[in-house]
Nanobody, 121 residues
Framework: QLQLVESGGGLVQPGGSLRLSCAASGFTLAYYAIGWSRQAPGKEREGVSCITSSGVIIDYANSVKGRFTVSRDSAKNTVYLQMNSLKPEDTAVYYC??????????????WGQGTQVTVSS
């Protein structure tokens, strides 16, 4: 059973940074494409970024380019989302998930439970 658990969210001031973690159990995360998405209150889920098994990174959201970076630590079976220069509009629940095609394109499955990020002064 593929299971992902997100952590690292919290309350941060505008301009601050957070690093989210997506830990995998039951499978070797490095063999899969793993994506991050977010959902703000009252809005649809938005794709943020994704990393393939070969390390190719695809950024979905123009609003986070240059501020968010996805990476993977195979030894820890974990994918990270480093978020810098955070803005109030980054406030959302952040999720990681397994891409069903290994390409960071198309649908995702095996969603984690999410971690709340709140950017506020």
């Amino acid at each position: 059973q593929l299971q992902l658990v997100e952590s690292g969210g919290g309350l941060v001031q505008p301009g601050g940074s957070l690093r989210l973690s997506c830990a995998a159990s039951g499978f070797t995360l490095a063999y899969y494409a793993i994506g991050w998405s977010r959902q703000a209150p009252g809005k649809e889920r938005e794709g943020v970024s994704c990393i393939t098994s070969s390390g190719v990174i695809i950024d979905y959201a123009n609003s986070v380019k240059g501020r968010f970076t996805v990476s993977r630590d195979s030894a820890k079976n974990t994918v990270y989302l480093q978020m810098n220069s955070l803005k109030p509009e980054d406030t959302a629940v952040y999720y990681c998930a397994v891409n069903n095609y290994g390409t960071c394109r198309g649908s995702f499955g095996s969603w984690g439970q999410g971690t709340q990020v709140t950017v506020s002064s």
